[in-house]
């Protein structure tokens, strides 16, 4: 007898890989990368090409899983008890507490919406820029309307930038974003854009502003055993 069909199909490495590629609407720029973007324009009524997003790192949930929280002087009342934290730690003159407060202190990220080259498909994405690369996009911005040309934002006549980055750890890595002069409508690049676009960028990027005790408590699980918080806060 023979003849008889085995079960199963060729294994392929690259179906394997896609399948398992996390579908996310951030794009995170990998180290040693030139990455052309397409910037769409302000979801900001203001017209700022930016969404901050600042939050306190190093904190511990209920369950005891590490979480980051947004910073309550940026993103709820103010009197945010984190800030409180930190800059007492800091003021303290001991070595181990400004290492804490390093590691706890709020930290921005400034979001652009942007597709990203040969990524189209995928819609737009949402990326996290420390305040100096941010700063280089403004740069570009501020050019541009110096020159009396469109913004790399502007729906129909904005131009591709590149966020280049070198290097891989905390210490080495380096930023550039160059403009270049590559030009395209957004409708005449991907006609769904009006579709895609993200309006709210609160609930895209997760942006969960919790109470103060909540965040006093998501500090004492991590770092309780270190310092007494109440004391700090008194
Ligand atoms: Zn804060």
């Not at 303290?92 to 990220?109: F, I, T, Y």
Request: include cysteine.
């Amino acid at each position: 007898m023979s003849g008889a069909q085995r079960p199963g199909y060729k294994p392929s490495a690259s179906a394997s890989a896609k399948a398992t590629e996390r579908q996310s609407i951030f794009f995170d720029i990998k180290p040693d990368t030139k990455n052309m973007v397409r910037m769409l324009p302000p979801s900001d009524p203001t017209g700022s090409a930016f969404f901050l997003k600042s939050d306190h790192y190093k904190l511990k949930d209920a369950e005891g899983n590490n979480t980051a929280m947004p910073c309550l002087n940026i993103h709820g009342e103010g009197d945010c008890p984190l800030c409180k934290v930190t800059e007492v730690l800091f003021a303290s003159g001991d070595k181990e507490d400004e290492a804490l407060a390093k590691n706890v202190k709020a930290s921005q990220r400034h979001y652009i919406q942007a597709y990203v080259m040969n990524r189209l498909e995928e819609g737009p994405k949402l990326i996290g820029l420390s305040p100096t690369t941010a700063d280089q996009i403004s740069d570009i911005m501020v050019q541009q309307e110096e020159i009396g040309e469109p913004m790399p934002n502007d729906p129909d006549k904005g131009i591709w930038i590149s966020i280049n980055r070198v290097g891989s750890t905390q210490f080495n890595t380096r930023y550039t974003v160059q403009a270049s002069s590559k030009m395209d409508s957004l409708d005449s690049l991907r006609k769904e854009w009006v579709d895609e676009f993200v309006t709210d960028m609160v609930k895209a990027t997760r942006l969960k502003v919790q109470t103060p005790e909540a965040m006093i408590a998501a500090f004492k699980k991590a770092h309780g055993g270190k310092v007494d918080v109440d004391k700090l806060l008194a």
